[in-house]
């Protein structure tokens, strides 16, 4: 009679637990954004010789380095800050619709790896505040996820991922970011 108890409470017990880790099984929670909006930036780095167009500057770099042209191999330690234009499409000469502005720097030894940091500040008829991103950026993957912890205005409290791209580059002077935004939290 002892062992039939037993046996009982220990067969309850692991059909409790199994019910418990099925609950593990179940499918992630698809997450939908509750507002969607794609930007580009567009950096032009000082180097010297165009003051007139640069939208970034090198402000640390290595030890005897020159602080007009990136560092050598990967540009391990340069740090660049920048007030870029920001656009509804690719076109660095259409109408900008705010300023992207931070900072990003090149913080790995054996492969190009930016950590970035920084806002868009918006201000044009359909948009009105800030938005802030913070996060690695592989510069050799082709897309790469940036993590929106905030905003104001328009963009107040929101969260959500940034899909940043390169869209163009010429040589280490110029670049264009297309960034795809999807908020998360919208309040």
Sequence with gaps: MEATRSY???FFILLISLSSSSSYAKKRKEYKPCKELV??????????????NATSAIVAAPEGANRTILAGEFHFGNVAVFDDPITLD???????VGRA???YLYDTKNTYTAWLGFSFSLNSTEHQGSINFV????????????SIVGGTGDFFMH?????????????????????????????
């Design 101 to 103: 502005q931070g900072m």
């Design 39 to 52: 930007l580009f930036f567009h950096d032009i780095i000082y180097n010297g010789h165009n003051k007139a």
């Design 90 to 96: 690719n076109n660095l000469h259409s109408p900008p």
């Design 8 to 10: 009982t409470a220990l």
């Design 159 to 187: 969260r959500g991922v940034a899909t940043v791209m390169t869209d163009a580059y010429e040589g280490e002077v110029y670049f264009r970011l297309r960034v795809d935004m999807k908020f998360y939290e919208c309040w």
């Design 135 to 146: 996060g690695a950026d592989p510069l050799m993957n082709k897309t790469r996820d940036i």
